[in-house]
């Protein structure tokens, strides 16, 4: 257990073994690099002194790395190019389970017991049987034939878990995985354009509706492409908007349907072409057209929607205006709380007394200060278990 907390803590961190010894040596520490790895392959147990410091080495409080995760994830896929190395791909899913983990726990504490909106997967080998798994989800959520104003809303609002992780170099697509076997957890780019933020959240999902059996890994990421697509603009849609059959469809065409839906130009090329509407031929015409001016890259036209996660935020501010967690535990869980609540204060004799002070006051004044002290004092333990920490520890593990 503590090898592989110690391990994620690294990668969250985006530290590797040498820069953990490195750091441990600045505080007069002298670990080897075999001697971490074993560590965190669980070879070896490090003493609870050593512990401390490694947990200092990679910034979690020592509780964490005795604590059994609280959750598991089972990962479906992931999609990114080869060029983002095996070191990145490490954190990035280290990074999402430790965010599925603080997610899961207030899940549990405000919503026990629910469970996820999601259809049982649909076998799928084909790209019809891809369209139909789109429109269970959609049926499912009651999502009628409409544009999506917000698939992360929607997922979110679902049950599901969005997680955006900003890469700039655009090497990272997506990740998607169950959470204890029953929250659907999707992990996005959130660097790249909303339009494309959007076709790569429901590309993810067609991951988690579709069980695509044997075919080989490009047939499937195919097949999450089509249910992409129908997912966002389903096929009666399509028809309605661009008719039966056409020898050509306009790139201006394309720009209004994009910024009306959210889904790109080239996707909705794409689901003209699958559909039967357009030809091959026009369909290749419009490639080439596209490479040439650059749109391939960047589309003349811009679509703006609303794709940032929320649920989190949502729920870590109800949790704390119930009291349920303190300021420090939701910015720690949130940390984009701190910019919605101002920290608490404390009353102005506790920050400044110092002890021959209270001894100086009347017993009755200096007992009730006291009282609140230890009012505030029980929250604090209560909400952080790790400050008792050092009642699992004998005296000699504190000493060499």
Same mark, same amino acid.
């Given at each position: 257990? /503590?090898?592989?907390?110690?391990?994620?803590? %690294?990668?969250? !961190?985006? =530290?590797?073994?040498?820069?953990?010894? &490195?750091?441990? *040596?600045?505080?007069?520490?002298?670990?080897s690099?075999?001697?971490?790895?074993?560590?965190?392959?669980?070879?070896r147990?490090?003493?609870?002194?050593?512990?401390?410091?490694?947990?200092?080495?990679?910034?979690?409080?020592?509780?964490?790395?005795?604590?059994?995760?609280? /959750?598991?994830?089972?990962?479906?896929?992931? %999609?990114?190019? !080869?060029? =983002?190395?095996?070191?990145?791909?490490? &954190?990035?899913? *280290?990074?999402?389970?430790?965010?599925?983990?603080?997610?899961?726990?207030?899940?549990?504490?405000?919503?026990?017991?629910?469970?996820?909106?999601?259809?049982?997967?649909?076998?799928?080998?084909?790209?019809?049987d891809?369209?139909?798994?789109?429109?269970?989800?959609?049926?499912?959520?009651?999502?009628?034939?409409?544009?999506?104003?917000?698939?992360?809303?929607?997922?979110?609002?679902?049950?599901?878990?969005?997680?955006?992780?900003?890469?700039?170099?655009?090497?990272?697509?997506?990740?998607?995985?169950?959470?204890?076997?029953?929250?659907?957890?999707?992990?996005?780019?959130?660097?790249?354009?909303?339009d494309?933020?959007?076709?790569?959240?429901?590309?993810?999902?067609?991951?988690?509706?579709?069980?695509?059996?044997?075919?080989?890994?490009?047939?499937?990421?195919r097949?999450?492409?089509?249910?992409?697509?129908?997912?966002?603009?389903?096929?009666?849609?399509?028809?309605?908007?661009?008719?039966a059959?056409?020898?050509?469809?306009?790139?201006?065409?394309?720009?209004?349907l994009?910024?009306?839906?959210?889904?790109?130009?080239?996707?909705?090329?794409?689901?003209?072409l699958?559909?039967?509407?357009?030809?091959?031929?026009?369909?290749?015409?419009?490639?080439?057209?596209?490479?040439?001016?650059?749109?391939?890259?960047?589309?003349?036209?811009?679509?703006?929607?609303?794709?940032?996660?929320?649920?989190?935020?949502?729920?870590?501010?109800?949790?704390?205006?119930?009291?349920?967690?303190?300021?420090?535990?939701?910015?720690?869980?949130?940390?984009?709380?701190?910019?919605?609540?101002?920290?608490p204060?404390?009353?102005?004799?506790?920050?400044?007394?110092?002890?021959?002070?209270?001894?100086?006051?009347?017993?009755?004044?200096?007992?009730?200060?006291?009282?609140?002290?230890?009012?505030?004092?029980?929250?604090?333990?209560?909400?952080?278990?790790?400050?008792?920490?050092?009642?699992?520890?004998?005296e000699?593990?504190?000493?060499?």
């Open positions: 257990m /503590i090898g592989s907390r110690l391990r994620q803590a %690294r990668l969250v !961190a985006g =530290l590797t073994l040498d820069e953990v010894v &490195e750091r441990l *040596a600045k505080s007069g520490v002298e670990i690099k075999q001697c971490l790895s074993n560590y965190e392959k669980e070879k147990v490090p003493r609870a002194d050593i512990l401390m410091v490694l947990a200092r080495a990679v910034k979690v409080r020592p509780a964490f790395l005795m604590k059994e995760p609280a /959750i598991t994830v089972k990962w479906v896929a992931y %999609r990114s190019q !080869a060029r =983002l190395g095996s070191r990145k791909k490490e &954190e990035i899913v *280290a990074q999402a389970e430790a965010d599925a983990e603080r997610q899961m726990y207030l899940q549990e504490m405000l919503f026990s017991g629910e469970r996820p909106t999601f259809p049982l997967r649909r076998n799928v080998c084909s790209g019809e891809a369209e139909k798994a789109a429109e269970d989800l959609r049926t499912a959520w009651k999502l009628g034939n409409d544009p999506i104003e917000s698939v992360t809303q929607t997922v979110e609002s679902n049950g599901g878990m969005v997680i955006g992780h900003a890469q700039d170099n655009v090497r990272f697509d997506g990740l998607s995985g169950w959470v204890n076997n029953a929250f659907p957890l999707i992990i996005v780019n959130s660097s790249v354009p909303d494309r933020l959007r076709f790569d959240l429901a590309h993810e999902l067609g991951h988690l509706a579709m069980d695509c059996g044997t075919v080989d890994e490009k047939t499937a990421e097949l999450a492409h089509r249910f992409a697509g129908a997912f966002l603009v389903p096929a009666c849609t399509v028809r309605q908007e661009l008719g059959s056409r020898r050509k469809v306009s790139s201006g065409e394309l720009g209004v994009k910024k009306r839906y959210g889904l790109s130009m080239q996707a909705w090329m794409f689901r003209a699958d559909l039967g509407i357009i030809s091959e031929g026009h369909f290749r015409s419009m490639r080439i057209r596209f490479s040439a001016e650059g749109w391939t890259k960047k589309e003349p036209v811009d679509y703006v929607g609303d794709e940032k996660p929320s649920r989190l935020l949502q729920m870590t501010l109800r949790a704390l205006a119930e009291d349920l967690i303190t300021y420090e535990k939701a910015v720690e869980i949130c940390p984009e709380a701190a910019k919605q609540i101002e920290p204060t404390r009353p102005k004799e506790s920050q400044t007394l110092s002890a021959q002070e209270l001894l100086r006051m009347p017993r009755t004044q200096r007992m009730q200060i006291l009282d609140e002290a230890a009012t505030v004092a029980k929250g604090d333990y209560s909400q952080h278990p790790e400050l008792t920490d050092f009642e699992a520890l004998g000699a593990d504190l000493h060499e």
